[in-house]
């Protein structure tokens, strides 16, 4: 089966206070602000080449307004539109976006809104084209080069996996599964990483956490001093997940959503060999928290 | 805004007091005493920390909506990492609170 979806380009988070928050998020998470307009903002971490990954919006709440997988080739975006008629999933077409072209956008049975696209104005990372150096100099805060995936909840995981294993594709790298065999969260894959997208118990349409990917151990801990620094609220880390093997800080944004660097360095690369790996529910404790082996009193609680 | 103060913060059914700076959350001041209790992104948008105002004024700070409405404010809820006192309080705590005091013996005082 080919790989269609290259990864997860864009989430749209909402912010309490666009103003404070982008300050945040440029000079204390370090993404680079590429545009703002009226009440959202586009960002994107610096290794990235098309015009934005994130989307801040100004609303009442906070929370996910819509997440986006970008396809490999146009034509896929084609392929997927033929799936979502033939499992009779109801679509819209948006002929265009904010720098980007044609996207098919449905409500997934976790209840989140989910769009597809290829087309996003290529705009290259910060680094130039010919002979570049590996890393820019003078960047603000943690400044993780790209947005690696998103969790969210669900109030029928199984039907929400199904749903984006099914019709969307997506393989499944991890599990985890109750005494009667049924999944309830699991980690959900196409680009070449154990996740594009991770679901996991809960209310329709909620955020768990973005995550942005830092590339070393030294990063990893010098993001927790930068957080530390700014008095950001820390949910959790540094520490590693026994799912995915990752290395993770959760922490929370200004507006309350919850953040996570991961570490993709130290989690493993998928090949279309790998076959799913379970976790049973009276393991979920090492399966999230590997080093404290329980869950904190916040993770399938605490979310926007 | 105005930050006079310190107020004292009542707790029912406890009874536990905790002073709160005009300048700091309820939340904050809670933690400071050596208290614990159960809170989760102190930004205003989970609703974790969400307790009810059974006397006094507070100013509410940035809060979601979706977790805190009007109508909710009205019956007394706030939500602890946010509000800030603008009088004395009185607090009731709930059970989702999880509120609880470590023993003297392992949370010194300091002057």
Redesign the interface.
Known sequence: MPYRISRLGTVEIRSLDLDRDLDYYVNVLGLQLTAREGRTAYLKGWDERHAYSLMLTEADRAGMVRLAFRTVDPEDLDYYENRLRQFSVKYDVIPEDYRRGRALRFTAPSGHVVELYNEMDYTGNVLPTVNPPPWPEGLKGIAPPRLDHTLVTAPEPPKAIQFFQEVLEFRVSEMLVNPEGVPIAAWLWQRPSPHDIAIVPGRPGGFHHAAFAVDSAEALFRAADILTMHKARIDYGPGRHGITRGTTIYFFDPSGNRLETFGGYTAYQMDPDCRAIKWTTDQIGPAVFYYSQELNETFLSVYT | MAAAGPYTVSFSPLGDRVVCRGDETVLAAILRSGAKV?F???????G?CKMRLISGQVEYG??????LSEAEKAAGAFLSCRAQPLSDLTVELTAANRYRRLSAAYWPTFG
């Open positions: 159960v989760g992104c102190r930004g205003g948008g989970c974790t940035r809060c979601s909506a979706a977790v």
